[in-house]
């Protein structure tokens, strides 16, 4: 079949393997331009387009697509039976979905209608759902509110990261979309009822609030595992929190509770319980485990972050 690709990060690239492996015909793979990246700001291609020039791939990378006439034309020029679309990061307008024969196809990493838009892997667990999935839908000129064609359920295990699910989520996305591309599903539309949106995050969303409870703090720091990370402030240095869990524990939110031994975790009291940090970072530093990070950085009960 003769489609284009339309993807960005990591996400996107099983999806894109699968269909150059089983043998579809890559017309182009559109993604977003090479940005700045890493420490040296060097300019580096997305996940995405590297893979598309190992596989010998034409790439285009256009900053924009609505008002753009040259781009849309050569969209529809490609004579597309279908375009395929995860994580690209520009909207579509209505001249390119409607250009290929079959329409554009979207891998959305959610089990729409619940968590449209862009972060919805990392709402799923902030929300402390059980399960999420893979729902790939039909596009329309709305935000992912297209008609369903194929879902499939995806258990949130009790511990799970953002980053463990994304790796999942991702290989079943590439499965479902090779299925729905061989045996077209009669579409379903999307209910109304259940629907939720999971908003693009910022940087500063991972600002840990510790008048919030224990137990939503640490879905947070699991949600924002990798990116955007959850951080606080240690005196004037920032202090990024890898990993933690809900301990027993009162005081005045953001107070450290007693680090003796160092080996019982760094213990900060919330609005209801506390959070024990168990893996962190500080600015400029290595991330170590808690009992070695109060080793070599005393934390006297009392102090206060944040």
């Known amino acids: 079949m003769r489609l284009a690709f339309m993807g960005s990060p990591e996400f996107a690239v099983p999806a894109l393997l699968a269909l150059h492996a089983a043998g579809h015909e890559i017309a182009a793979v559109y993604c977003q331009p090479p940005r700045p990246a890493g420490r040296g700001q060097a300019v580096r291609p997305c996940a995405v387009q590297a893979a598309a020039e190992r596989l010998g791939l034409q790439v285009r990378t256009p900053a924009r697509l609505r008002g753009a006439a040259e781009e ?71 935000l992912d509110t297209g008609a369903m064609l194929l879902a499939e359920t995806v258990p949130i295990p009790p511990r799970a990261t953002a980053a463990d699910l994304h790796d999942v989520l991702a290989d079943r996305g590439a499965r479902l979309i090779l ?51 959850s951080f606080t402030a240690l005196g004037a240095r920032s202090l990024k929190v890898l990993a933690a869990h809900p301990v027993p524990g009162q005081g005045r939110p953001g107070t450290v509770l007693e680090t003796d031994p160092p080996e019982a975790g760094l213990r900060v009291a919330c609005g209801a319980g506390a959070l024990c940090l168990t893996r962190v970072q500080l600015a400029g530093g290595a991330a170590l485990d808690s009992a070695a990070f109060l080793r070599g950085h005393p934390v006297a009960a009392g102090t206060r972050l944040g």
């Open 72 to 142: 849309q034309a050569a969209f529809a020029a490609l004579g597309l039976e279908a375009a395929v679309v995860a994580a690209y990061g520009l909207i579509l307008p209505p001249p390119m979905l409607t250009a290929p024969a079959r329409g554009c196809l979207n891998i959305h990493a959610s089990l729409l209608p619940r968590w449209r838009g862009a972060a919805p892997i990392q709402a799923a667990v902030l929300a402390g759902d059980a399960a999420t999935g893979i729902t790939i839908m039909r596009m329309d000129a709305g």
């Open 179 to 229: 299925q729905v591309l061989a045996h077209p599903p009669v579409p379903v539309p999307q209910p109304v009822e259940g629907m939720t949106y999971a908003p693009r995050l910022r940087r500063e969303d991972g600002r840990i609030d510790w008048n919030r409870d224990a137990v939503a703090l640490d879905r947070q720091v699991r949600a924002f595992t990798p990116w955007p990370g």
